[in-house]
Each structure stands twice: as structure tokens, then as C-alpha cells.
């Protein structure tokens, strides 16, 4: 049985080596084989600080299984001890950032049945991908027209002349052929998925799922699939809808090392940068509904290439100026750069850092925009601070905001007053027309 030990970024955890794995609560109980393991697996990305006595976990948040342990890194969103008290409404928050941008496919409302106090988000992955595609695959099964290349007693498609050259056979006919067929490779990618997938589930409920998922895809061959294979799958208006389902299997098999031989899972990881997340669930939140947050109707880009810092002498232009989100509408352009970082009300400019500053500085010069935005989470009051930047003349505002990470996002009420938060920051970049 694999014991489950809940880490918060940038918080150390004391651990011991002995002959199990274990989780006490406090201390993390680890064999030489796992400690060993997690090694390997830090040197590739690294997500802990790993001391001689203690774990520190870095900028990555999700879950690592290695040897009899596993790992769920949860962002922290309190300050202090609270973080342990509020486990639950961490790791729902997680999934439904994780669920807005779009790198699980889940849904809020399964968010919100969710025991999350006695579940590991392992399990809970799992849980959630297995119920989506079971219900997605009863309704569509993606066929294809696949090359076929076989010797038979009849003409199929066009005969093989190259092949077809033994008197003694020519009774057999080498034939190719296309046949419409559900064992294609995105089916097997599936059906290979959660075949491991129920493998390592320890939750009945999940691991039944998965099997009649394998069910249904009957017909289709129960073959290895690499992420090199994975990476080849077109996708078309036809099969978009298996998108997110074939993105989790590629995680699976990208970070797992299990074969269709192998009895459990040896190690698995699913870690996502938070500074990345945090950016992407901001945008993807206001993108949703630009003229609630900024209280007009505005045009909203993520991630715009707005020109570059420098040309080269020799020709060419380097450092490209990307801000998170540009925003335009009948005032004129503004500029929302989002920093997970916790920002310091006893430091006079907040812990703003010179190079925040100065990128912001960078993107309204060269759009030119009417106001900047640098947005921090927040896990107690709001940050508030205002700065105007002198180009040329032109007064830019740069305002400094937060907010808080910490309202129970899959509960409707706290996502409301996530939405209510955020529109109170960003509005006040807003030029009025």
C-alpha cells in the first residue's frame, strides 16, 4: 500500500531513511531505494530541495510517486500553519486551475463532489479522467481508414505485384488495403492508458471504470504506446474532443515507468510550474468575460509578441516582449503582468522587484499603453500601490495589485468572489473612454 504525504511549496519537511516508506504526519519515513528514486527524478526537473534531513519542495506543484510514497506538492495559498487546516480547499483549487487552463479535463461541478479531505490528487486524476472518457466513449468511438497489408485468398484493394512472385503461392494474394477501423492509434493510446492506469488505482470505484473503458475498446489491440507516438496523433474537428483525454495519457507515459508486465508503478509524476499557472488561470479567467473584469467591452491577448527589446548592429532584433495579458478597448491599450510572488507590506515599494518594474516599463513603451498592471496572489489583504512612469513626458500609471488564491474555488460562492476580487484589481488599470 502506498502511503500519501501532503507537502506545501517552499515549506521543508524533516524526513528519515529506515526499511519503509511512511508518512506520519510530520516526518517522512523513506528507504534508500526512494530517496534514491526521487533523486533520479529531481536531477531531470528539478522540483525538491533535498538535505540531509530535510525536503523542500520548489516552484512545482502536483503529484510525484516513487517507490511506496507519494508526493502531492500543493501551492501555498495561506500563510502559516493554515495551509494544513485548509488541505482540502488547496488541493480544489489546484484542480480548478488546473481544469480552466486546460491541462486536466475535468469539470467544476465534479470538482465540487469531490472528498478531497480523504482522496490524494493521484487518485483523484485518475478518478476524473476515467469518468470523462468512459462517458465520452459511449457516445463516440473514433474510427479511421488504416493502411492494411495482408495475404489473402481474394482481391482487396490493389494486389502487391512486388510480392506476388512465387508460382508455388499464387493462390495467396498479397493484397494493401485501407480498412475503417477503431484500432487506430489514438484508441490505442487510450486503451494502453488505462490499462496501466488500473494498475495502479487503489480506489475500487476508479479501477472498475477504467476496466470498462478497456471494454469498450474491445476491438482495439492492447500494444505499448511511446510519447513519440503520441506526438504524431492529428487532431480534426472530428476528434477534438478526445484532445484533453490524449494530453493526460501523454503526462501518464511520459512520467511513469510501467510496462504491461510490470505489477505496479515504480514512478509517476504530473508537476506544473505554479508562476506558469497562476498566469495562465488569471488569463484564461478574464479572457472568459473581458467586460465583467474591466467593466467595458475590451479586446483581450494572452501571451502577444509586441515587438522586441534591441536590434542586433548586424540586423535582427533579440529579447522578444511578451506581456501575459493586452488588453484594448476605446480608452486606448492596457498592460496585465501577473508574478506569483508573495508580495511585503512592510517593505516601502510592497516587494515589488526593479526587474518586474522595468519589463512593465518595456511593454507600455512600446505598445504604448495608457496603464500597466504588475498582479501578485495574495493570501491575506489586499496589496494596493500606485506609480506613474515618466516617457517622455507621458504619465503611465503602474499600479500594483493582488489576489487571493485562498476562496474555495469549486464551491460556486467562492468562485464568485475569486471573479469579484480580480475585476476589483484589474478594473482600475482601465482607461475610461
Known amino acids: 500500500m502506498t502511503a500519501t504525504a501532503t507537502l506545501f511549496e517552499f515549506q521543508a519537511c524533516p524526513y528519515e531513511v529506515g526499511g519503509t516508506d511512511a508518512w506520519d504526519g510530520d516526518v517522512l519515513h523513506l528507504t534508500e531505494e526512494t530517496l534514491a528514486a526521487l533523486d533520479a527524478l529531481n536531477a531531470s526537473r528539478p522540483f525538491l530541495a533535498i538535505g540531509r534531513t530535510t525536503l523542500k519542495p520548489l516552484n512545482l506543484v502536483g503529484v510525484v510517486k516513487a517507490g511506496g510514497i507519494t508526493l502531492e506538492i500543493l501551492p501555498k495559498l495561506f500563510r502559516g500553519d493554515a495551509c494544513e487546516r485548509h488541505r482540502a480547499v488547496i488541493a ?34 485518475i478518478f476524473l479522467f476515467a469518468k470523462h472518457l468512459a462517458r465520452l466513449l459511449k457516445t463516440t468511438q473514433r474510427r479511421e481508414y488504416t493502411r492494411q497489408e495482408e ?13 506476388y512472385t512465387n508460382p508455388a503461392r499464387l493462390h495467396i494474394i498479397p493484397c494493401t488495403f485501407h480498412e475503417y477501423s477503431v484500432d487506430t492509434l489514438l484508441n490505442r493510446t487510450l ?18 471504470t477504467l476496466r470498462a473503458i478497456t471494454d469498450l475498446l474491445d476491438a482495439v489491440t492492447l500494444v505499448p ?19 484533453p483525454f490524449v494530453r493526460v495519457c501523454r503526462i501518464f507515459l511520459a512520467h511513469a515507468t510501467l510496462t504491461l508486465q510490470a505489477s505496479d508503478v515504480e514512478t509517476f509524476s504530473f508537476l506544473v510550474p505554479m508562476e506558469k499557472l497562476f498566469e495562465e488561470f488569471v488569463a484564461a479567467v478574464i479572457r472568459e468575460d473581458p467586460a465583467y473584469f474591466f467593466g467595458q467591452e475590451m479586446e483581450v491577448t494572452a501571451q ?9 548592429e548586424g540586423g535582427g532584433h533579440a529579447f522578444t516582449l511578451i506581456p501575459d495579458l493586452v488588453a484594448r478597448g476605446p480608452g486606448g491599450a492596457v498592460v496585465v ?24 516599463f518595456a511593454y507600455v513603451t512600446m505598445l504604448p499603453a495608457e496603464a500597466g498592471m504588475l498582479l501578485y496572489p495574495d493570501t491575506e489583504s489586499a496589496a494596493s500601490q500606485d506609480y506613474l512612469y515618466d516617457i517622455s513626458g507621458r504619465k503611465v500609471p503602474l499600479l500594483i495589485r493582488s489576489v487571493s488564491l485562498a476562496h474555495p474555488l469549486v464551491t460556486e460562492e467562492g468562485w464568485q468572489a475569486f471573479r469579484d476580487d480580480l475585476a476589483a484589481a484589474v478594473r482600475a488599470v482601465c482607461p475610461r473612454p
Open 92 to 125: 480544489g483549487n489546484l484542480l480548478t486551475m488546473l481544469a480552466c487552463t486546460e491541462r486536466l479535463s475535468v469539470r467544476d461541478m465534479d470538482l465540487a463532489g469531490l472528498d478531497l479531505d480523504q482522496t490524494d490528487l493521484f487518485e483523484v486524476f
Open 151 to 163: 495475404e489473402l485468398r481474394f482481391v482487396r484493394g490493389r494486389i502487391d505485384i512486388r510480392a
Open 191 to 208: 486503451k494502453y492508458t488505462c490499462h496501466l492506469m488500473a494498475r495502479t488505482s487503489r480506489r475500487t470505484r476508479t479501477v472498475r
Open 225 to 243: 504506446v511511446t510519447v513519440a507516438e503520441v506526438d504524431t496523433i492529428a487532431f480534426t474537428r472530428l476528434n477534438r474532443a478526445f484532445e
Open 304 to 312: 502577444e509578441r509586441i515587438g522586441h527589446l534591441v536590434e542586433r
Open 337 to 360: 503582468d501577473t508574478k506569483y510572488k508573495i508580495l511585503d507590506r512592510t517593505d516601502p515599494t510592497c516587494g515589488v522587484s526593479q526587474a518586474d518594474a522595468y519589463q512593465v
